[in-house]
């Protein structure tokens, strides 16, 4: 999956554009005038997200004044567990997820609409070995993961491949953001991990035993809202949307230019994003407005892994498929044209 910690700020974050405005405004208007017209009628729409390749849309859009801070205000967490539980509080409107964190957050109560899909992963999320083995050589080893479904499902997949059990293996809990480091101090055996640290894992040694192109279509990341926050943020939700798209084209046209502002965040070489990218597969425009049909590919997608889930011990809930699955997609959001 990818106690709520404080956001992480970041120097593309500046001053309140809504405080400036209001201050021009004040010192601006006419005596007499009342300063009730400075308030904002609605607040932005606040969006959570980890660090994650395609996740880096959203930033690049706010860095490249495609969406506007008074509009949207993007939020960063060090896991999705933290992102959940920021839905959860109501601190967050909407949020980068996989799909299965989507189901979850349903699951427990938590309204959200799939607005639009990110990727699919084909081999970005990775499990490593510190030294070459086979999967039989799996039996008694530390593997560290983090909580939550994505890890889940490599680990079901990684295990069934390999003929064992759960309880043939020691887990070393961990998130994606310390992958790395776990892999680093050797502090397990395998590692399960993402990229970026996929890559950087790889550079350092790493073994790859399994990843994702073995469980095709299980994890499908997604930026999704609130339900009940839709109707209130129709403008925000419309702009994010739009910019991300806007970034996306962006940085296929303009990939060194791109590379460079996406490197500090990605924690690597500007020579080393287009690898950070590397298994992931991007829908077009198009795609994305037939994957969010009502009985589309991420409907599909998602009864798929409810079940999974509920028979793995990840879902608890005892709601019918058709329930989870009711307005989970809402494709009004997307512009027309291709992402292309």
Known sequence: MRVVVPPVHHPWI???????????????TAAGVALSGCADPVPALRVGSIVFPTYEYAFLARELGFID???????????????????AA???????LTLDEVITARAAGIGLSVVLVLDVSAGCDVVFA??????????GKRIALEEGATGAFLLDGLLRAAKLSVDQIRKVPSTLALSAGVFQRDLADVVVT?????????REGGF????????????????????????SHRRAIRELVGGIVKARRHHLTQPAGVAAKLAPRLQVEASQVAQA???LS??????NHRMLEADGPIVVAAHALQEVMLASGLLSSKRSSEALTYLLVDARFLPNGDME
């Open 14 to 28: 500046g001053p309140d554009p809504r405080r400036r405005r209001c201050l021009q405004l004040w010192l601006g």
């Open 69 to 87: 801070a008074a509009q949207v205000r993007l939020v960063e967490y060090a896991a999705t567990t933290y992102v959940l539980r920021a839905l």
């Open 90 to 96: 109501g601190q967050i409107e909407a949020a980068q």
């Open 130 to 139: 510190r030294h070459p083995m086979t999967l039989a050589e799996l039996a």
């Open 194 to 202: 993402a990229e970026p640290w996929a890559s950087q894992i790889e």
């Open 208 to 231: 790859r035993l399994f990843d994702s192109r073995q469980i095709p279509n299980r994890i499908i990341d997604v930026l999704a809202v609130r339900t009940e926050s839709i109707d």
């Open 277 to 279: 990218f590397r298994g």
């Open 282 to 287: 991007i829908p077009t425009l198009p795609d």
